[in-house]
């Protein structure tokens, strides 16, 4: 089983949609939590970090069950530009360099 | 703006060859990183290092090793290319470990025929 598990999509919206993902950890200590986008062809980089106690930031907002070990990300009103791949990413322990990344869950957008 | 640039885009070579993948990031982070991606599973961790000369090894450290004489630059090495080592390589840099955000380069496309 992997250590982190997304659902691999494709999700496809129309323009203006709410969407949701959820990403699964198997490792029970782990303490950072983060949201990565990753564009067609290009490099992952960071989107968000997912508080506790979830946080906000514009569309996107992010939540953190830490007693079933989930961490979602919800889109509101989704634009042609957020169409990427999106990875969960889970850092073992707290000032750890060992991260470890879901195979991410891909996202189109359409007009 | 933190930039982490790789010596190429795309690589080919043969089967038994020696590869060096090179890695330069210029904002002075301490920790440096290189990852493998391939459908389906994901990046994983090869090597980390969080100071010069000092490395540790992740998920996957078998047919690689790793080099790093100057801060700034991180060099990846495989010792005798196999097929199974075709792959996307991303490296990466951090001002410290999580949950400092890392910062990855362009990636390298290696094919081992």
């Known amino acids: 089983r992997k250590e982190v598990e997304q659902d691999p999509g494709p999700f496809n919206v129309p323009e203006g949609a709410t969407v949701a993902f959820n990403c699964t950890y198997s490792?029970?200590?782990?303490?950072?939590f983060f949201w990565y986008r990753q564009d067609c062809r290009k490099e992952p980089k960071l989107l968000m970090s997912?508080?506790?106690s979830g946080n906000e930031d514009g569309r996107f907002t992010a939540q953190l069950n830490r007693a079933s070990q989930y961490i979602s990300l919800l889109i509101r009103d989704s634009k042609l530009s957020d169409s990427a791949t999106y990875l969960c990413v889970v850092a073992r322990r707290y000032n750890n360099n060992d991260m470890r990344f879901g195979a991410g869950t891909r996202l189109t957008v359409k007009p | 703006d933190v930039k982490v640039t790789q010596s190429s885009r795309y690589l080919v070579k043969r089967t038994g060859e020696k590869v060096f993948l090179e890695c330069v990031q210029d904002?002075?982070?301490?920790?440096m990183f290189w990852y493998r991606q391939d459908p389906g599973l994901g990046l994983r961790l090869i090597y980390f290092s969080y100071d010069v000369k000092m490395k540790e090894k992740g998920d996957i450290p078998e047919g690689y090793s790793v080099s790093r004489e100057k801060k700034e630059r991180f060099s990846l090495i495989l010792e005798s290319a196999s097929t199974n080592q075709t792959s996307m390589y991303l490296c990466?840099?951090?001002?410290?470990?999580?949950?400092?955000?890392?910062?990855f380069g362009p990636g390298t496309r290696l094919t081992v025929t």
């Open positions: 990466a840099s951090s001002l410290g470990p999580a949950p400092y955000e890392q910062y």
């Open positions: 490792n029970s200590a782990s303490q950072s």
């Open positions: 904002m002075d982070h301490e920790n």
């Open positions: 997912v508080y506790s």
